[in-house]
C-alpha cells in the first residue's frame, strides 16, 4: 500500500509539472510552446522514482496515463494530444522493455519519448491553429492570439527546440542519477 501510495504521489508531482509548463504561457507564448525541452528537468526526477518502484511494464504509462485522463475529464484533451502521448507512452514502455527493466540504460533511453509529452499537449497549435487562436482570442489578454500567431509561424525554432530536447532530457535523467542515488543505485 505504501508502494501504490508513493506511485499516486510521482504521478501528481508529474501532472504538477505539466500545469506549471502550462500557465508558463501567461508569461509569453514562446513560454508554453518551448518549455516542453526544459520540462524534462523536473520530469526525469519524477520518472526516475517511478520506474525504481514499477520494475516492469508501467512506469511510463502510469505518469502519462494519470494525466491523460485529468485532462480527458477536464475537456483538454484533443485528437492530437491524445494520439501523440499514446505513441511517446508506447515508445517508452517499448523501449523501457528493449533495454530490460532492471538496467540504468532502459530507464535512460525511455525516458527520451516520454519528455516529449509536453508537446504532445501542445500540437494543437499546429494541428488546429485556427481553432488555438480563436481560444487565445476568448480567454487571454488582448493581442495574445497575434504574439501567439508568430510563434506558430516560427517553425524552424520549433524544430531546434525539439532537437534539444534529447540532450536535455539524457542530461535531466543522468542529473536525476545523481542527485537520487537510492533510486538510481536498484538499477544495474
Known sequence: MKKVFKIVLMAIAYLACFLLAGVSGAIHPAFYAYVGALLPLLTAFVYLNTASMIRGFGAATVLNGFVFVLFLIAGEA???????????????????????????????????????????????????????????????????????????????????????????????????????????????
Open 78 to 188: 484533443d485528437a492530437a494530444y491524445m494520439i501523440g502521448t499514446l505513441i511517446l507512452t508506447a515508445l517508452a514502455e517499448i523501449l523501457r522493455y528493449a533495454f530490460k527493466y532492471d538496467t540504468r540504460k532502459g530507464v535512460r533511453w525511455s525516458f527520451v519519448p516520454l519528455a516529449f509529452s509536453f508537446f504532445a499537449y501542445t500540437a494543437h497549435w499546429w494541428t488546429d491553429t485556427e481553432g488555438s487562436l480563436a481560444a487565445a482570442v476568448e480567454e487571454m489578454p488582448a493581442g495574445y492570439d497575434q504574439l501567439m500567431k508568430a510563434v506558430i509561424d516560427n517553425v524552424p525554432v520549433l524544430v531546434v527546440v525539439l532537437i534539444l530536447t534529447i540532450p536535455i532530457a539524457i542530461l535531466a535523467m543522468r542529473l536525476a542519477e545523481k542527485a537520487l542515488k537510492k533510486p538510481a543505485a536498484s538499477f544495474r
